[in-house]
């Protein structure tokens, strides 16, 4: 698969590591939105969309987001040690919804989206520059 088009939302006031939001449309069929672009340590990173992982209150089986110390349905609490960790013992808050299965991919990926942000970023500087109007990140023609 080939990426046809990808589309950036700058991040306004980046006082976070948060750059942009990304949308990647591949062979101008499938798009994957909400792909994010971060400045790490190392420099420029893509982080591939996620959701927050839950659980279920013990008392009532509400969901809830694992950092949530009480039920937002019943109020009771919620046991302490529930959130699972990675193979670094790091705590594992978010699941990828979408993601490269190999490196190859991912460095394919990342290198587009990282390039459109460096371009969006330069057409930003242009006094005439107006942001998607949307407020989201277009995905193109289907």
Known sequence: MKISEVKIKLVEGQTDKLLA????TFDNEFVVRDLKVIHGNQGYFVAMPSRKLTDHCPRCRTKNHLRANYC????TKLPERRIPQDERGRARLHADIAHPINSRAREYIQKAVVDAYLAELEKAKQPDYRPDASGEVDAGPA
Not at 21 to 24: D, E, G, I, L, Y
Not at 72 to 75: A, P, S
């Open 21 to 24: 939001f990304a949308s990647v």
């Open 72 to 75: 937002n349905e019943c109020g």
